[in-house]
């Protein structure tokens, strides 16, 4: 013979994780996940969004690519400058090969 008992209960698993909102994150925008779904390591759970992050994000990249152009004018200078002086040593060569002596009369 066979006996069935029925119980109320709750079934969970051994490894578990509770997680907490980090409000200095920002506010919640995704849940990615439900209950109940079987996640793995490293899975994303919740995605926050932080409007003041994403503005030091914005003049980070503002100021990076100020920077960028001022790198490149930089450039730009130093080869001029690089390119001038080459031509100054050419005509300094130049002028000492015509050195001579010079007579009035």
């Not at 980090?22 to 919740?46: A, H, W």
């Not at 152009?69 to 005509?91: D, P």
């Amino acid at each position: 013979m066979k006996d069935t008992i029925i119980t109320p209960g709750k079934l969970t698993s051994n490894e578990q994780q509770t997680v907490y909102l980090q409000s200095e994150l920002g506010g919640i925008e995704k849940i990615n996940v439900r209950v109940g779904d079987k996640v793995e390591e490293g899975t994303t759970l919740v995605q926050y969004e932080n409007s003041a992050l994403i503005g030091e994000q914005h003049q980070a990249k503002l100021s990076l690519d100020r920077s960028k152009i001022q790198f490149s004018i930089l450039h730009e200078q130093l080869e001029e400058v690089k390119k001038q002086s080459k031509e100054g040593m050419e005509q300094s060569g130049e002028l000492k090969g015509q050195s001579g002596e010079v007579t009035a009369t």
